[in-house]
């Protein structure tokens, strides 16, 4: 009997684990790309809501700011500069979300595959508190 022999002919055990590992990991990766999902439709329609929100409350101040004789210029000025900035941000959180759904998905995605986790970066100690560290006399 040679090597590929054997591994061929593995212990049924070891061979069911292995796949119920392997099917554990595949059910698992659906299963996070699924909430992903729903967690991303929930993200898109909420968000949606609160741009019409937004949209509603920007335009009604907008009218009470050019109605009102007491309210400034530079009032209206902020008013309008007030609205285009949540605007601005709201459009750049949601930038951001999907770009974290994006990756997280595509993580998940490498995990169904069984490509290997990344793994993170080691932190370095800074060159300069290395040398200090060397430098400095024991007691």
Same mark, same amino acid.
């Given at each position: 009997?040679?090597?590929?022999? #054997?591994?061929?002919?593995?212990?049924?055990?070891?061979?069911?684990? @292995? &796949? /119920?590992?392997?099917?554990? %990991?595949? !059910?698992?990766?659906?299963?996070?790309?699924?909430?992903?999902?729903?967690?991303?439709?929930?993200?898109?329609?909420?968000?949606?809501?609160?741009?019409?929100?937004?949209?509603?409350?920007?335009?009604?101040?907008?009218?009470?700011?050019?109605?009102? #004789?007491?309210?400034?210029?530079?009032?209206?000025?902020?008013?309008? @500069? &007030? /609205?285009?900035?949540?605007? %601005?941000? !709201?459009?750049?959180?949601?930038?951001?979300?999907?770009?974290?759904?994006?990756?997280?998905?595509?993580?998940?995605?490498?995990?169904?595959?069984?490509?290997?986790?990344?793994?993170?970066?080691?932190?370095?100690?800074?060159?300069?508190?290395?040398?200090?560290?060397?430098?400095?006399?024991?007691?």
């Amino acid at each position: 009997m040679t090597t590929s022999d #054997s591994s061929e002919k593995m212990n049924p055990a070891r061979r069911a684990a @292995e &796949w /119920t590992r392997e099917a554990g %990991r595949t !059910r698992t990766a659906d299963m996070a790309l699924g909430m992903i999902e729903l967690q991303r439709k929930t993200f898109v329609a909420s968000l949606r809501g609160v741009g019409k929100l937004q949209e509603q409350t920007g335009k009604m101040l907008h009218k009470v700011a050019q109605n009102a #004789s007491w309210v400034p210029d530079e009032g209206r000025q902020v008013v309008d @500069e &007030w /609205t285009k900035a949540t605007s %601005r941000g !709201r459009e750049d959180f949601q930038k951001t979300m999907e770009k974290s759904f994006d990756l997280l998905s595509h993580y998940f995605r490498r995990v169904k595959k069984g490509a290997p986790a990344a793994k993170p970066a080691a932190k370095r100690k800074p060159r300069a508190a290395a040398k200090k560290k060397a430098a400095a006399p024991e007691s």
